[in-house]
Nanobody, 116 residues
């Protein structure tokens, strides 16, 4: 079992930045992959960015060049730095952890609202 706690969401103006944090209850080196997903009202949940144990990262096209996923192994925390935010980024952002056995765990989500 892995527990995930997200934080860092909030209200930001278009063009602004936010950094989301996801603290894991287990060593993230024992987690195969950690990712950030988001779900906007009326839409399906979608991958934003993910990072593997080896440090390889991948991004959704909408996130490339604006968002950066990173991690602090000592703190068992994964971050999502979001820059140049626009209203289309408004969503609940979820942290997900996948272990090597195929199990996945989700955080409770944090709301990001981009509005003037």
């Amino acid at each position: 079992q892995v527990q995930l706690v997200e934080s860092g969401g909030g209200l930001v103006q278009p063009g602004g930045s936010l950094r989301l944090s996801c603290a894991a209850s287990a060593s993230i080196l024992r987690i195969y992959r950690m990712g950030w997903y988001r779900q906007a009202p009326g839409k399906q949940r979608e991958l934003v960015a993910a990072i593997t144990t080896g440090g390889s990262a991948n991004y959704a096209d909408s996130a490339k060049g604006r968002f950066t996923i990173s991690r602090d192994i000592a703190k068992n925390t994964v971050y999502l730095q979001m820059n140049s935010l626009n209203p289309e980024d408004t969503a609940v952002y979820y942290c997900r952890a996948d272990n090597a056995l195929g199990s996945d765990y989700w955080g409770q989500g944090t709301q990001v609202t981009v509005s003037s």
